[in-house]
């Protein structure tokens, strides 16, 4: 497809590949899983291109087996996150002014190397380290990664067309997107790959240099992510991987003057604690960071009587229960009719309790471990709260077990009190609460819109148009993602862009040239061909 002066591939997203019985996939995947899960690995530190080790590690364990050690990764420190900042500066003298076909390049061409010789690894790894299903980790470490990698590629060139719309003779007008004057700070989250590789790739796509620090319970991924980089052409010191303990790494690269921007995914506390430190120290920058941040969610799923009544009990399952709930997107509570409850809760409880639990290796469990100790407990709290409180009952599930791995049952509470801790609080767990209501839809959709503060996904489920108009007025500012008559979880690249407002982030939504945007800086350009020579203009002469 041809964009003005320039020829741009118009991606499509990445095919998934179903890992049928049979399928060479499969096969070639097992293998892979057995290799990986047979060897120990050790992770360095990677700065400007070279690898870095302190003795001071950290453990890479899988989450259903937290006894069986994937690998051991060096642990750095804030001298280390000195060197990632003069690392990043002196790669940004070049890298800042290749040109963007060049940057482009690099990670078409890591797009190619993950739809093909990287795909075991980078899926592997998430099975195993994060303990996802082949499906999720498919969709996730493979697909959605892939697509950040072409479609930002698209959108890049998409923005560098994006030019004045005039220029009156004698002049030409002009728009040039530079890089940021400084370093940026990529801090990601453990549940989703694609999301590891894109806040860092998608600022040095537009010619940023980063600090990342991965997750400390997935650098296993992280390390295989920047291997592929590296494989890619990725030049020494555009992405400087730093794991390392959160407050020191984060603290140390917080007080940094050459702090270009934030790009985060995580807790919702440790963002304002980022946002508060920017703002008291916002005198010592050289500019004014760029902050962009997804943290939390308490996303809903509202249904009408019109529902039709499995697509509802589907969207339940799926989108509370995949990847154990540990998605910012993942249906957490439900405002269900009473009579529409009352008749597919049984269905729903049958499909819950037909889901296999176990060891991602085994392609037959669809439920898998949460991710770490420090996730399962708050999860087992809020079970045990419910299990104990007068106004709610746990309808399935309600069993954990952490002897072993970090297992927890599909939950799925129902209460009496459309305020109850379960339907107000973000638990990031595979537990749904539901709110069967006999007020009417009006006041379900005010419920609905209050309860929590955050902003992030929801779904209204309703046959009838009106209704679907009302609850998506309604609803306006409670979701930045709204799905309708669809679960509230599975944003697509380049299909909708994702991300949430109020207390869920500022919304600039990754999988778009908006996220992009945030990440160069324009200089307005206007060269004169004729420039005048005289001061003077004509209202000055006399009549």
Request: charged letters at 20%; aromatic letters at 12%; a negative charge.
């Amino acid at each position: 497809m041809s964009h003005g002066f320039f020829t741009v591939p118009v991606p499509d997203n990445e095919p998934i590949l179903n890992y049928g019985p049979g399928s060479p996939e499969k096969a070639s995947l097992k293998g892979r899983l057995d290799e990986m899960a047979g060897e120990q690995i050790e992770i360095p530190i990677i700065i400007g291109g070279k690898e870095i080790k302190t003795g001071n590690f950290g453990n890479c364990v899988m989450p259903h087996d937290h006894g069986h050690l994937l690998g051991r990764y060096h642990k750095a420190d804030a001298s280390h996150v000195q060197q990632a900042v003069e690392a990043a500066a002196e790669a940004w003298k070049h890298w800042s002014e290749t040109p963007w076909e060049s940057r482009a390049a690099v990670f078409l061409k890591a797009a190619e190397l993950l739809a093909g010789p990287h795909r075991n690894n980078l899926n592997g790894a998430t099975m195993l380290c994060q303990s996802k299903n082949v499906f999720q980790a498919e969709i996730d470490a493979a697909c959605e990664l892939i697509d950040f990698f072409r479609f930002n590629a698209f959108f890049m060139a998409q923005l560098m067309e994006e030019q004045p719309m005039y220029s009156p003779n004698p002049t030409w007008n002009r728009s040039e997107y530079r890089a940021l004057e400084g370093f940026i700070l990529a801090i990601t989250p453990f549940n989703f790959t694609s999301i590891a590789g894109n806040l860092g790739s998608a600022p040095a796509i537009m010619g940023n240099t980063v600090i990342w620090k991965p997750a400390a319970s997935t650098v296993y991924t992280g390390y295989y992510i920047m291997k592929l980089l590296q494989e890619a052409g990725l030049p020494p010191g555009v992405i400087n991987f730093v794991p390392g303990p959160p407050k020191e790494i984060g603290d140390t690269a917080l007080h940094q003057p050459g702090l270009a921007g934030i790009h985060f995914t995580g807790s919702t506390g440790i963002f304002q604690y980022m946002w508060r430190t920017v703002g008291e120290n916002i005198a010592n920058y050289n500019g004014y960071p760029r902050i962009v941040g997804e943290t939390g969610g308490k996303d809903f799923i509202v249904a009408h009587e019109s529902a039709h009544a499995d697509a509802l009990r589907t969207a339940i399952v799926r989108g509370a229960f995949e990847y154990q709930g540990q998605k910012c997107s993942a249906a957490s509570r439900a405002y269900i009719p009473k009579a529409l409850w009352n008749k597919i809760k049984d269905d729903v409880c049958n499909d819950v309790n037909s889901m296999k639990m176990g060891d991602p290796r085994d392609f037959t469990n669809f439920i898998n471990a949460i991710i770490d100790e420090k996730a399962f407990d708050p999860i087992a709290r809020y079970i045990d709260y419910a299990r104990d409180a007068d106004d709610a009952t746990i309808i399935c599930g309600g069993e954990y077990d952490k002897s072993k791995g970090y297992f927890i049952q599909p939950t799925i509470i129902e209460t009496t009190n459309p305020k109850f801790k379960t339907m107000c609080e973000e638990i990031f767990g595979p537990v749904m609460t539901v709110y069967p209501y006999e007020e009417t839809f009006e006041e379900v959709l005010e419920l609905t819109d209050t309860t929590s503060p955050y902003a992030l996904t929801g779904a209204v489920f309703a046959e009838d148009r009106y209704v679907i108009d009302q609850a998506s007025k309604a609803l306006r500012h409670a979701a930045g993602n709204f799905y309708i008559n669809d679960k509230p979880t599975g944003a697509v690249v380049g299909q909708q862009p994702f991300g949430g407002a109020r207390a869920s982030g500022t919304n600039d939504k990754a999988g778009s040239a908006m996220n992009l945007l945030r990440w160069t800086s324009v200089r307005s350009i206007k060269e004169n061909f004729v420039p005048v020579t005289d001061y003077r203009y004509p209202f000055l002469q006399e009549p």
